[in-house]
């Protein structure tokens, strides 16, 4: 038995120790981690770090394959169908710069007075998405506009 204890004091330790320089980030005291939660959604991103397989999970959220929104409804296949919601290939926003921030932000809050079409865009495309979702999908917007 004491061998035992002892061995699940060593694992605990070693997962204590191996969490390292993550684990002291995510241990920050609640009310600042909730800030920092708000500050990495709003604030800068570096489109430079768009991985591919970023791309690839918001081009399944884009065609509704993961996820329950399509946003292919409204937008099209391609992005670029323009009958009840803008083209989002043409590098022309009605609703933000066309950075990573302003698509994100678009994505997020939706559309609740439309520009050019009589349709509003619900927040998220309908659904809410996770961060994890919302960033992947504003990755595949973005490379639409930016290849
Ligand atoms: C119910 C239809 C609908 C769905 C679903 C939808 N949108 Fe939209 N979207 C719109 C409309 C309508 C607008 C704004 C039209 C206007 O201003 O006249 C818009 C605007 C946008 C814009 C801003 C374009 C600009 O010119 O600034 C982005 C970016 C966008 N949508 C991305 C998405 C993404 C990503 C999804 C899926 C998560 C999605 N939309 C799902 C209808 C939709």
Redesign the pocket.
């Known amino acids: 038995m004491r061998a035992l204890s002892s061995l699940v004091v060593l694992v605990a330790t070693v997962a204590a120790c191996g969490g390292g320089g993550e684990a002291s980030s995510d241990s920050a005291p609640a009310t600042s981690a909730g800030d920092a939660a708000v500050a990495s959604t709003s604030g800068s991103f570096d489109p430079a770090t768009i991985t591919p397989a970023m791309v690839a999970q918001g081009d399944s ?2 065609h509704g394959l993961i996820g329950a ?3 292919q ?3 099209g296949a391609d992005g670029a169908q323009a009958t ?5 290939t043409d590098g ?5 710069d ?1 950075s990573w921030e ?2 994100h932000k ?2 997020v809050a ?2 609740m ?10 927040p ?3 659904i809410p ?1 996770t961060e994890e979702h919302t960033r992947a ?2 990755a ?2 973005y490379k639409l506009s930016h290849p």
């Open positions: 959220l884009f929104t399509s946003c409804a409204c937008h009840v919601a803008p083209n989002l022309e926003w009605l609703h933000s066309g302003g698509i678009t994505v939706g559309v007075a439309p520009k050019q079409f009589t349709s509003i865009m619900p998220y495309g309908g998405m999908v504003t595949y917007v």
